[in-house]
C-alpha cells in the first residue's frame, strides 16, 4: 500500500548503510532460523539508534519477537520442560502484536474514520485476521495458538509486500536517478579534462617541432581552438579570476599576463593558457573520483605512455658512460611532460600518479608496451626525488660554508650552485630532471612498509624503478643489503642475480646453479650424483615425510618453484580434511499441516524478484555512456604527425 510507504518519507532511518538495510531483509525472510534472529537483533540495533522506528520495520520487528519467542517455548512445552502456561503467554503475546500492527494500519492516511473491516479490504488483509483483533478485544477466550501462528506469518508476508518490497524498490529508483546525474557530470568533467590534456599536448608536440606561431601551425581546427581559447583568456576580467576556487594558483596571473602582451599569439603562450586551465581544474574540489580521472587520462594519452614509434621522437644520443639512461626515460621527454609533472605534485596527486602507475604495471592485461613504459616512468620519477635529496644534502653543507665564512647568495645564485656541484659530484644524475629545491620527497618513497610491498610483489618490471626506491627508502640500509635485495627482484624478475662484480660478497643460494656451486664446496661424492631420481645430500636430510610427494628429477627447472622449504622437508606438513558444516533450515514445503513460526516460503513473495538488488547496491551500476572524443584526439594525431616530418 502506498500510504504505508509514504507515511516514512520523511523520518531519519536506522540503518547504516544500503548494504546493512539489504543484509537485515535477507536475514529476515530467510527459512534459516539462526538467520533470521541475526535479523532479529539487528532490528533491536535500529531501534536502539531510534526508538521510533517506521511503522513497516516496527511490525516486523514485533512478529519475529514473538514468533522466535514460540520456537524456543513450544518444544520445552511439548516435551514438558516448560509448564502448558506458556502456551497461554504466547497466545497473549500474538494477540498484542496482531492487534498492535491492525492499529497502526488503521491510523495511516485518510483511514480514521474508516470501519477496520473496510481497511483491511482495502489493503489486502485477510477479514478472519480482523475477526482476531475483535475477539482479542472483547471475546472472553483468546483465539488458539495455530491459528495466531497462521495469521501471523500472513502479515509477515503481507509486510514484505507492502513496506519491504517498495520501499526497495523505490531506493532503487532513487539510486538510479543519483546515478544517472552523478554519471553525467562526471562524463562531462572527464571529457573537459581530457580534452585540455590533448590540447596542450597538442601545442607542446608543435613546440618540438620548432612551431613557433599559432598562425603557422597546419591544423587548422587546433588554430580555431586556440583562437576561442585566447578570446576567452581576454574575456576573464580581474574580478572574474578572483573569484577561481583555488585563489593561489600560480598559473593564471601569467597567463593571463602573456595573453594580453602577445600580440602575435605564440604557441607557448597558448600553451602556458591551456597549462592554467588545467591548474584551475586540478583545484576544484568538487571533481568525484579526481585522482582516477585524472590518471585514466594520462594514461590514454600515447604521448604519455608511448610506443617505440612515439618514442623515438623524444630520443637523445644515449651516453655509454651513463649506467642509469636505459632505466629512465629521456630526459628530453621527461622535460616535454615537466610542466605537468610539477603541476600534479603542487596539486598533492604525485603519489597517486606512482600509485596507479604501480598498478598498471602489475596488471598482466596491458601490454607489455606499456608496463615498460609506466615502469620507466617510476623509475624516471624516483631518480628525480633521489636526485632532490642529493640537492637538498649539497644544499645544507653549501649553506653551512657560507654562513661560516660570512658570504651571501641570492637564492637563484645558491641553486645555480647547488645544480652545478650536484650533476659535478653524482654525474650520472645529469640525465635526470631537476625538482624545484622546495620540493620534498614523497613519503610513499622513503616509506619501508610501501617498498617492502615493491619487491614482495616484483614483476619483470621491478628492476627498472627499485634501484632509486632503495636509495631513498629511510632508514638507509647499508650496501650489502640492498645488494641482496636487488638479487631478489632479479630473480623475481629474471631467475638470475645482478651482473655486479662485487655482488659475489653478497651471494645466497637462490637457484640451482647456486646449489650446485654449494655441492662442490661440500664436496660430495659424485657416485650419488648419477641417478636423476635422487636427491643430493644437501637438501635437508633427504627424509620423505610425505608419501604424496615425489622427487622432482634433476633437470627439473628449479626456477619456478618458490622460495623456501621444499614440500617433502616440512616435518609439520599434514593433509586436513575440509570441515563439512551442515546449515540447519527449516523446509516449508515438507508438509502443508506443519506451521513453523515466522519462517515464510519466498516462493509465495511475490514482490522478490521484481527487485534488482545490484541495482540497490550499487553493484555493477555504471550507465554505458560513452564519452564522446571530438577534435582534440585529432589534433593530436596531426600534431604527431607534423613533429615525426620535423624529425
Given at each position: 500500500m502506498a500510504l504505508f510507504v509514504k507515511q516514512e518519507e520523511l523520518k531519519p532511518v536506522p540503518w547504516f548503510s544500503l548494504a546493512e538495510w539489504h543484509h537485515v531483509y535477507e536475514q529476515i525472510y530467510s527459512n534459516d532460523v539462526d538467520e533470521q534472529v541475526k535479523g532479529y537483533e539487528m532490528l533491536l540495533a535500529w531501534e536502539a539508534r531510534i526508538p521510533k522506528l517506521p511503522v513497516g520495520v516496527d511490525c516486523t520487528l514485533s512478529i519475529l519477537q514473538v514468533c522466535i519467542r514460540d520456537r524456543?517455548?513450544?518444544?520445552?512445552?511439548?516435551?514438558?520442560?516448560?509448564?502448558?502456561?506458556?502456551?497461554?503467554?504466547?497466545?497473549?503475546?500474538?494477540?498484542?502484536?496482531?492487534?498492535?500492527?491492525?492499529?497502526?494500519?488503521?491510523?495511516?492516511g485518510h483511514t480514521k474514520q474508516t470501519s477496520m473491516f473496510q481497511i483491511a479490504k482495502e489493503i489486502k488483509i485477510p477479514e478472519w485476521i480482523v475477526n482476531l483483533r475483535h475477539d482479542t478485544a472483547h471475546g472472553y477466550e483468546l483465539p488458539s495458538i495455530s491459528v495466531l501462528r497462521i495469521a501471523a506469518n500472513i502479515l509477515l508476508a503481507w509486510l514484505h509486500e507492502e513496506y519491504w518490497a517498495p520501499e526497495a524498490k523505490r531506493m532503487q529508483e532513487c539510486l538510479i536517478t543519483e546515478e544517472s546525474m552523478k554519471e553525467v557530470q562526471e562524463s562531462e568533467v572527464v571529457q573537459d579534462f581530457g580534452d585540455l590534456i590533448e590540447l596542450w599536448t597538442s601545442v607542446s608536440l608543435y613546440i618540438h617541432a620548432g612551431y613557433h606561431l599559432v598562425s603557422n601551425i597546419p591544423d587548422l581546427q587546433l588554430k580555431e581552438t586556440l583562437q576561442e581559447l585566447r578570446s576567452y583568456a581576454i574575456s576573464l576580467s580581474d574580478k572574474d579570476r578572483s573569484n577561481v576556487e583555488n585563489d593561489e594558483d600560480n598559473y593564471v596571473e601569467p597567463a593571463s599576463n602573456d595573453i594580453k602582451k602577445d600580440k602575435k599569439y605564440t604557441l607557448e603562450t597558448a600553451r602556458i593558457v591551456l597549462l592554467s586551465e588545467i591548474s584551475r581544474y586540478l583545484s576544484r574540489k568538487s571533481i568525484p573520483n579526481k585522482k582516477d580521472i585524472i590518471c585514466n587520462i594520462l594514461f590514454s594519452s600515447d604521448v604519455f605512455l608511448p610506443n617505440k614509434d612515439i618514442l623515438s621522437i623524444f630520443n637523445q644520443k644515449q651516453n655509454a658512460e651513463n649506467e642509469i639512461e636505459n632505466a629512465v626515460l629521456s630526459l628530453d621527454m621527461v622535460k616535454f611532460w615537466q610542466d605537468i609533472i610539477f603541476l600534479l605534485y603542487e596539486k598533492d596527486l604525485m603519489e597517486a600518479l606512482i600509485v596507479k602507475l604501480l598498478q598498471l604495471i602489475d596488471d598482466e592485461e596491458v601490454t607489455k608496451e606499456k608496463r615498460l613504459s609506466a615502469s620507466l616512468w617510476v623509475s624516471s620519477i624516483a631518480y628525480s626525488f633521489l636526485k632532490l635529496d642529493t640537492a637538498h644534502s649539497i644544499s645544507r653543507t653549501l649553506e653551512y660554508e657560507l654562513e661560516t665564512t660570512g658570504k651571501n647568495l641570492s637564492p637563484k645564485v645558491l641553486e645555480l650552485k647547488i645544480k652545478e656541484n650536484t650533476d659535478r659530484d653524482y654525474p650520472h644524475l645529469k640525465c635526470i630532471l631537476w625538482f624545484n629545491l622546495s620540493y620534498v620527497v614523497l613519503p610513499c618513497l622513503t616509506d619501508l612498509k610501501f617498498v617492502s610491498k615493491l619487491i614482495f610483489n616484483a614483476n619483470e618490471f621491478s628492476i627498472k624503478f627499485i634501484v632509486p626506491i632503495l636509495e631513498l627508502i629511510s632508514p638507509r640500509i647499508d650496501k650489502g643489503r640492498k645488494q641482496l635485495l636487488l638479487n631478489l627482484v632479479n630473480i623475481y624478475a629474471a631467475g638470475k642475480t645482478t651482473d655486479d662484480k662485487n655482488a659475489h660478497e653478497f651471494e645466497k643460494i637462490f637457484t640451482l646453479q647456486d646449489l650446485q656451486q654449494y655441492e662442490r664446496i661440500l664436496n660430495v661424492d659424485n657416485e650419488q650424483n648419477k641417478s636423476e631420481d635422487k636427491v643430493p645430500r644437501f637438501l635437508a636430510d633427504q627424509t620423505i615425510r610425505n608419501n604424496c610427494w615425489k622427487f622432482a628429477t634433476a633437470t627439473y627447472n628449479w626456477m619456478e618453484c618458490p622460495i623456501g622449504l621444499l614440500p617433502w622437508q616440512s616435518?609439520?606438513?599434514?593433509?586436513?580434511?575440509?570441515?563439512?558444516?551442515?546449515v540447519q533450515k527449516y523446509d516449508v514445503s515438507a508438509s502443508e499441516?506443519?506451521?513453523t513460526p515466522g519462517i515464510i516460503d519466498r516462493k509465495d513473495l511475490k514482490m522478490q524478484s521484481q527487485i534488482n538488488w545490484d541495482n540497490v547496491l550499487r553493484k555493477k551500476k555504471r550507465l554505458n555512456k560513452k564519452i564522446e572524443r571530438k577534435n582534440p584526439a585529432l589534433m593530436i594525431n596531426k600534431a604527431l604527425e607534423a613533429t615525426k616530418k620535423q624529425k
Amino acid at each position: 500500500m502506498a500510504l504505508f510507504v509514504k507515511q516514512e518519507e520523511l523520518k531519519p532511518v536506522p540503518w547504516f548503510s544500503l548494504a546493512e538495510w539489504h543484509h537485515v531483509y535477507e536475514q529476515i525472510y530467510s527459512n534459516d532460523v539462526d538467520e533470521q534472529v541475526k535479523g532479529y537483533e539487528m532490528l533491536l540495533a535500529w531501534e536502539a539508534r531510534i526508538p521510533k522506528l517506521p511503522v513497516g520495520v516496527d511490525c516486523t520487528l514485533s512478529i519475529l519477537q514473538v514468533c522466535i519467542r514460540d520456537r524456543e517455548w513450544t518444544p520445552k512445552v511439548n516435551s514438558g520442560e516448560l509448564s502448558i502456561s506458556y502456551e497461554n503467554d504466547l497466545c497473549l503475546m500474538y494477540s498484542t502484536t496482531i492487534m498492535r500492527l491492525l492499529n497502526h494500519v488503521s491510523n495511516i492516511g485518510h483511514t480514521k474514520q474508516t470501519s477496520m473491516f473496510q481497511i483491511a479490504k482495502e489493503i489486502k488483509i485477510p477479514e478472519w485476521i480482523v475477526n482476531l483483533r475483535h475477539d482479542t478485544a472483547h471475546g472472553y477466550e483468546l483465539p488458539s495458538i495455530s491459528v495466531l501462528r497462521i495469521a501471523a506469518n500472513i502479515l509477515l508476508a503481507w509486510l514484505h509486500e507492502e513496506y519491504w518490497a517498495p520501499e526497495a524498490k523505490r531506493m532503487q529508483e532513487c539510486l538510479i536517478t543519483e546515478e544517472s546525474m552523478k554519471e553525467v557530470q562526471e562524463s562531462e568533467v572527464v571529457q573537459d579534462f581530457g580534452d585540455l590534456i590533448e590540447l596542450w599536448t597538442s601545442v607542446s608536440l608543435y613546440i618540438h617541432a620548432g612551431y613557433h606561431l599559432v598562425s603557422n601551425i597546419p591544423d587548422l581546427q587546433l588554430k580555431e581552438t586556440l583562437q576561442e581559447l585566447r578570446s576567452y583568456a581576454i574575456s576573464l576580467s580581474d574580478k572574474d579570476r578572483s573569484n577561481v576556487e583555488n585563489d593561489e594558483d600560480n598559473y593564471v596571473e601569467p597567463a593571463s599576463n602573456d595573453i594580453k602582451k602577445d600580440k602575435k599569439y605564440t604557441l607557448e603562450t597558448a600553451r602556458i593558457v591551456l597549462l592554467s586551465e588545467i591548474s584551475r581544474y586540478l583545484s576544484r574540489k568538487s571533481i568525484p573520483n579526481k585522482k582516477d580521472i585524472i590518471c585514466n587520462i594520462l594514461f590514454s594519452s600515447d604521448v604519455f605512455l608511448p610506443n617505440k614509434d612515439i618514442l623515438s621522437i623524444f630520443n637523445q644520443k644515449q651516453n655509454a658512460e651513463n649506467e642509469i639512461e636505459n632505466a629512465v626515460l629521456s630526459l628530453d621527454m621527461v622535460k616535454f611532460w615537466q610542466d605537468i609533472i610539477f603541476l600534479l605534485y603542487e596539486k598533492d596527486l604525485m603519489e597517486a600518479l606512482i600509485v596507479k602507475l604501480l598498478q598498471l604495471i602489475d596488471d598482466e592485461e596491458v601490454t607489455k608496451e606499456k608496463r615498460l613504459s609506466a615502469s620507466l616512468w617510476v623509475s624516471s620519477i624516483a631518480y628525480s626525488f633521489l636526485k632532490l635529496d642529493t640537492a637538498h644534502s649539497i644544499s645544507r653543507t653549501l649553506e653551512y660554508e657560507l654562513e661560516t665564512t660570512g658570504k651571501n647568495l641570492s637564492p637563484k645564485v645558491l641553486e645555480l650552485k647547488i645544480k652545478e656541484n650536484t650533476d659535478r659530484d653524482y654525474p650520472h644524475l645529469k640525465c635526470i630532471l631537476w625538482f624545484n629545491l622546495s620540493y620534498v620527497v614523497l613519503p610513499c618513497l622513503t616509506d619501508l612498509k610501501f617498498v617492502s610491498k615493491l619487491i614482495f610483489n616484483a614483476n619483470e618490471f621491478s628492476i627498472k624503478f627499485i634501484v632509486p626506491i632503495l636509495e631513498l627508502i629511510s632508514p638507509r640500509i647499508d650496501k650489502g643489503r640492498k645488494q641482496l635485495l636487488l638479487n631478489l627482484v632479479n630473480i623475481y624478475a629474471a631467475g638470475k642475480t645482478t651482473d655486479d662484480k662485487n655482488a659475489h660478497e653478497f651471494e645466497k643460494i637462490f637457484t640451482l646453479q647456486d646449489l650446485q656451486q654449494y655441492e662442490r664446496i661440500l664436496n660430495v661424492d659424485n657416485e650419488q650424483n648419477k641417478s636423476e631420481d635422487k636427491v643430493p645430500r644437501f637438501l635437508a636430510d633427504q627424509t620423505i615425510r610425505n608419501n604424496c610427494w615425489k622427487f622432482a628429477t634433476a633437470t627439473y627447472n628449479w626456477m619456478e618453484c618458490p622460495i623456501g622449504l621444499l614440500p617433502w622437508q616440512s616435518d609439520t606438513l599434514e593433509f586436513i580434511s575440509p570441515m563439512n558444516t551442515i546449515v540447519q533450515k527449516y523446509d516449508v514445503s515438507a508438509s502443508e499441516s506443519e506451521i513453523t513460526p515466522g519462517i515464510i516460503d519466498r516462493k509465495d513473495l511475490k514482490m522478490q524478484s521484481q527487485i534488482n538488488w545490484d541495482n540497490v547496491l550499487r553493484k555493477k551500476k555504471r550507465l554505458n555512456k560513452k564519452i564522446e572524443r571530438k577534435n582534440p584526439a585529432l589534433m593530436i594525431n596531426k600534431a604527431l604527425e607534423a613533429t615525426k616530418k620535423q624529425k
